[in-house]
């Protein structure tokens, strides 16, 4: 049986007085390469033990940062900035992003057919912001409306059920630095699209896919200065040793060194500066006018 709102009000109270008495901020974070630099030094630094005594973090799908945040399993998030149009009260913490100037390479639809031409498409749903832009790219610039079929990130069947497969985070890397192997799997030459560079080749603005968030409740157990300096801290200290994060993660993901220092240092833009702000207004607007989300949410930001 669904929560009431008074349930709902008591479970946080609880949650909150829990918060409170353990002193930690209990932290939902993506599970990928891209938030490598952000999380530097809660995870390689110095600072990483003084951190733990401020903040409780674990690791999960985009998706799931959300859903943590929403059933209060979480205090602060790493969430798909789509998130933020279905889940009430949440403040974005400034100075973080997960964006891309111009392509990401992690977010990608590979295809049998021309873009224009999709008319299935087998999608991976650990990201609901890259659903919600590939939304927006069909039925705002392309004036077409696919079905979208939710499935595992695995390209191959992916493609034998649906004209196309929408592929998020580090599958997508590894599919877009593999393609001839999966060309070959599927007997055919395949459409390649970043779904971040036609965003921005047709808005001239950012494709943003993250922020950190955290809900009113929290924040109000929280010291928002410290909190804001503890994240972009972190960031700068990640951005200032990308050779660590390239020696730590070529043990983990199935792709170049090279790609990787390239993917950390050009495709990923990680400061939330104000043509990101503007990227985000103009996503939502567009996806609240095409339904890839319910409602543009107000931006609101913790001070």
Not at 5 to 17: I, P, V
Request: with cysteine.
């Amino acid at each position: 049986m669904p929560k009431t709102r008074n349930q709902n009000r008591a479970s946080t109270g609880q949650r909150l007085s829990k918060l409170e008495r353990v002193g930690r901020l209990r932290i939902s974070a993506i599970g990928f390469l891209n938030p490598a630099p952000l999380l530097y030094d809660f995870e390689h630094s110095a600072k990483r033990e003084a951190l733990a005594e401020r903040y409780d973090i674990h690791y999960t799908l985009p998706s799931n940062c959300a859903h943590e945040l929403a059933e209060g399993e979480a205090d602060l998030g790493l969430i798909p900035i789509a998130a933020l149009a279905t889940i009430p009260d949440l403040l974005i913490v400034p100075g973080c992003t997960i964006a891309s100037l111009r392509r990401v390479r992690s977010i990608q639809i590979v295809s049998r057919v021309p873009l224009d031409q999709i008319r299935t498409l087998a999608a991976d749903t650990s990201s609901r912001s890259s659903v919600a832009y590939a939304k927006v790219l069909f039925r705002h610039f392309l004036g077409t409306d696919p079905e979208f079929r939710p499935h595992a990130p695995l390209v191959d069947t992916m493609l034998e059920h649906a004209d196309a497969a929408l592929l998020i985070g580090d599958p997508a890397l590894i599919a877009s630095e593999s393609h001839p192997v999966i060309e070959m799997h599927a007997s055919q030459r395949l459409y390649w699209y970043d779904v971040a560079e036609e965003w921005t080749t047709r808005t001239g603005l950012p494709w943003v896919a993250a922020i950190w968030a955290l809900s009113a409740e929290a924040l109000a157990q929280t010291n928002a200065a410290l909190l804001i300096d503890d994240l972009n801290a972190s960031r700068d200290a990640g951005l200032a040793h990308i050779e660590d994060l390239v020696a730590h993660w070529k043990k983990r993901i199935a792709v170049s060194p090279q790609i990787i220092r390239t993917y950390l240092t050009e495709n990923i833009h990680y400061v939330l500066d104000e043509r990101c702000v503007a990227a985000m207004k103009h996503f939502f607007d567009l996806a609240a006018a095409t339904g890839a989300i319910p409602q543009a949410p107000e931006l609101r930001f913790v001070e």
